[in-house]
């Protein structure tokens, strides 16, 4: 299980109710297509942008009741628009994760924490909330340790992809954590493992560690095979913080990912889950 940009949420998992693998799929390919456009491949930052814009359009047609506009776009947004309909899942949150991944297309730097936290309230969060509705769980304290699940799952993400987002020009580190432990874009440029290097990694290793165990009670409290999924993706991301403390925090050399051997741990962990708080 990788903890990647939405490969931390349940597609599909044969831990999934039946009945939600349809809602979870059609999220699914709206978020991925979309995230692709805004990071994959070499168009245009004007053409990424324009293109993001019209499942904006898309979304409006479903508010309206239409069907889709643009017909190379129609099996994304048929399905969607079904799914939206019959679990009466909030446009809101489709409209956040597009205007996190517009943001993607021309924003590179993070001057603080909650400039970061924003960019996640809208990239990550969001689907954590859509699988609350289609839990029927929207209880505040669900949807509060949801936001820190995904947010923590989405700050995984980045420690873990520092590297890889280096060569996209991008870095989501915090710079006034950077400036604090003495670490510049050099570090990342000259792959430099040194001791303030690794101050800064361990303090963002605690501060998403953190954040995932005061979310964490909601995987006993969501019942079945819904919490067992939510479970494994608790334990998942804080296995890949293991792993980045285990490297000495060189996500330079070492990026650390889950594999096969992780999963008998996991299970066993899940196994004997009790949340933290």
Known sequence: MPVDHYENFPVASLLLPARLREP?????????????????GDAPALIRLARLNDYRNELNAIERGDVPRDASLAPIFARLGRN???????LQYFRDLLDAFSQDVGKTRYADFAELGDYCRRSANPVGRLLLHLYDATTPD??????????????INFWQDVAIDWQKHRIY?????????????AHLDAR?????????????VKRARAMMLEGAPLARRLPGRI????????????????????????????????????????AWRAMRYQGMK
């Open 227 to 266: 919490g067992w999924e939510l479970r494994l993706m608790v334990l998942g991301g804080l296995r890949i913080l293991e792993r980045i403390e285990a490297a000495d925090y060189d996500v330079f050399r070492h990026r650390p990912v889950l594999n096969k051997t992780d999963w008998p741990l996991l």
């Open 173 to 185: 580190l915090p710079a006034d954590d950077m400036a604090r432990f003495g670490v510049g874009e």
């Open 84 to 90: 939206i309909s019959a679990h009466r899942l909030p």
């Open 142 to 155: 669900n949807m509060r340790r949801s936001d820190l699940i995904c947010t923590s799952l989405q700050l």
């Open 24 to 40: 979870v799929e059609a999220i699914y390919a709206f978020a991925r297509s979309a995230d692709d456009i805004a990071d994959e």
């Open 192 to 204: 430099n493992c040194d001791n303030a290097w690794r101050a800064l990694m361990d303090f963002q």
